[in-house]
Structures are given as structure tokens and as C-alpha cells.
């Protein structure tokens, strides 16, 4: 399937009736960036800002954050890039951010919580992507981390307004925040879920673990309806603010066409995912309608379990089944 896919991959995906998905690009260099835009990304839906600079004791400067993201920007020019800020943790170390002797580290100070002991280094990342951004044309979306309340939504967005970046947004990636979406999300213009953490911590099973993997599914109903409450909260918020609230996703489960389709017929409106995945994605997502995703959505969202809802939706799409 995939080398085919493959190269039908156009670069602009369409479902059966024609409904435009954007299919964006998990990437973490400037040399990922490159690779993306070969494989007809549309975009990318996730910059990992921390895998730029994994090796490094010292904060790298201004200067050195600007080329790295501006190294991305390049390779989208006039496309839509989304700058996540330094997502530090457990499974991912910055000496300068993270403190190793945490006992939970899952639960710590991660993401966007080292904004709190390291007070500094996110408005100098915020300073070097507008940086950067001026030099070149793509558009430049900035999203936080591990946010979990409307009060640090509202303290992201008002840093990245004082460092001149128009479009701030959060990952939906902790439950509170799926939960409180129609509060969190008046805060800033975008929602991207991050179902690899949301998943973790909706099923309390780290994902790191080999024995958890079934727990750790996204396609546990529970973490369908958590995607579910994030998008009614930013239609509810959107229509607070008189503005749309776009919602993303861009954890692996936008990598898997079938879970791909049930996330569009929820209402996800992007979906961003590594290189390599984006040509079986479209595929899928080209053989069915949007009423066929929405019904595809509603039967998964009512399966008792994650087996019954991947069975459910597997069995219905033909180029699957
Ligand atoms: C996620 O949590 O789904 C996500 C995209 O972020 P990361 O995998 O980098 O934690
Ligand atoms: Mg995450």
C-alpha cells in the first residue's frame, strides 16, 4: 500500500466529497523540514522545538534558536508552521530546564511548567521565533506545551503578545484542558491535541511502557471522547470570542488512517503526523465522505472498548478492511 500511496500523494488531501483535510508534518530539524516538503506536506502541524537542541547543557542563545527555526521556516515558504516552545521532560532532557531527580516525572515540572523555576528561557524562544519568522514567509502559529489551565493559556498568550507573534494556541494533551476547553480555549486561537500524552494521562498508563500498550491506545473511547469535549469546547469558545477556535491533532494517532477518519468526523480540522504516514493517511481519508467520517466517529465514540471501536471502523472502510 504505501509505495503507491505514496506517490499518489499530491500534497493536497481531499476526503470523497471534496471537504479539503490539510495533512501536516511532525518534524523536529530544519533537515526533517526538507523531507516533509519533499513528501507533499501541506505544512507543519508540530515543530519539536526541544529535538534542536537535545544535546545541550546551556541554553542555546537567541542567535542559534533563530537559524534552527528559521532552517524550518525555509522549507514551508508561505505555508503554515506550528512552533510548539520547548516541551522538556522525562522522556526528553534539557539539562537547563528539567531536574532529573524528580520521583514522578510524568507529573512534574514538564513543558510548559519550567516556565515557573526557569523564568526567561521561554520569552528568549518566543523572541527568536518572531526572530525568525520576520525573515521568512511562512506562517508562523506558536503553541505551549503541557498546559492544564485557562490561567497559564492566558500568561502564554500575553508573552507571545509582547514578542510580536499574532497566533498563540496550546496542546490539548492533559485531560483538565480537553475537560475545560471551552474556558481554556478563549485564551489563545488554536487547540492542537497531543493524543500520546493525552492518552498517558487519561488512562494513567505511562506510554513508555511495553506491558501498558494496550491501555495506552488512542483508540480507548475515553481518550476519543476527551478529542470530542476538545472540539465542543472550541466551537462553544470560537463562538464566546466571534472567532474560530481551530482544532489539530498532532499525536501518532493521525498517523493511523483508520483513527485518522474518526478523528475528521469528530470535527478535527488538521492533522499532522511524521513524513511518512501522510500518503496511507490520504488514501484513506480520499475513499470516504465527511457524513461517512461523522458516522464512523459516532461508532467509535459508543464502542464499549478500544478493540470494539478499531474493529468497528476497520470492518467499514473497504481499502482497510
Ligand atoms: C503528544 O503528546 O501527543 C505529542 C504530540 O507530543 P510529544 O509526543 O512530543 O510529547
Ligand atoms: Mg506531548
Redesign the pocket.
Known amino acids: 500500500l504505501s509505495a503507491t500511496t505514496l506517490a499518489a500523494f499530491s500534497g493536497r488531501n481531499t476526503m470523497a466529497d471534496g471537504v479539503h483535510v490539510p495533512l501536516l508534518a511532525?518534524v523536529g530539524t530544519a533537515a526533517d523540514a526538507v523531507q516533509a516538503a519533499a513528501s507533499g506536506a501541506e505544512g507543519v502541524g508540530?515543530l519539536?522545538t526541544e529535538f534542536c537542541f537535545l544535546n545541550r547543557d546551556a541554553e542555546p542563545t537567541v542567535a542559534e534558536q533563530v537559524e534552527a527555526y528559521g532552517g524550518v521556516f525555509e522549507a514551508f515558504p508561505g505555508k503554515k508552521v506550528v512552533v510548539r516552545t520547548l516541551?522538556a521532560g522525562a522522556?526528553k532532557p534539557l539539562p537547563f530546564l528539567t531536574n532529573l531527580d524528580e520521583p514522578n516525572p510524568a507529573l512534574g515540572v514538564r513543558g510548559y511548567r519550567t516556565h515557573i523555576g526557569s523564568p526567561g528561557v521561554l520569552e528568549r524562544q518566543l523572541q527568536a521565533i518572531a526572530s525568525a519568522a520576520a525573515l521568512h514567509s511562512a506562517e508562523v502559529w506558536v503553541m505551549a506545551?503541557m498546559v492544564s489551565t485557562a490561567e497559564e493559556a492566558a500568561l502564554f498568550a500575553s508573552l507571545c503578545a509582547a514578542a510580536g507573534l499574532a497566533t498563540p494556541g496550546i496542546?490539548v494533551?492533559v485531560p483538565s484542558a480537553a475537560l475545560m476547553a471551552s474556558t481554556v480555549l478563549r485564551e489563545v486561537d488554536f487547540a492542537s491535541?497531543?493524543?500520546?500524552?493525552?492518552t498517558q494521562y487519561a488512562m494513567a498508563a505511562d506510554r513508555q511502557l511495553g506491558p501498558l500498550a494496550a491501555l495506552n491506545d488512542p483508540w480507548q473511547p475515553a481518550v476519543l471522547r476527551l478529542a470530542k469535549l476538545t472540539v465542543d469546547g472550541a466551537a462553544a469558545a470560537g463562538t464566546a470570542a466571534g472567532t474560530a477556535k481551530s482544532v489539530g491533532i498532532?499525536?501518532?494517532a493521525a498517523a493511523d488512517p483508520a483513527l485518522a477518519v474518526v478523528l475528521v468526523g469528530l470535527g478535527i480540522s488538521t492533522l499532522s503526523m511524521s513524513a511518512r504516514a501522510l500518503g496511507p493517511v490520504a488514501a484513506v481519508l480520499g475513499s470516504v465522505t465527511m457524513g461517512q467520517a461523522r458516522e464512523l466517529a459516532a461508532a467509535a465514540l459508543a464502542a464499549p472498548s478500544a478493540a470494539a471501536a478499531r474493529e468497528a471502523v476497520r470492518a467499514a472502510l473497504p481499502t482497510l478492511a
Open positions: 511532525n508540530l519539536r516541551d522522556d506545551p496542546m494533551e491535541i497531543g493524543t500520546n500524552d493525552l498532532c499525536g501518532e
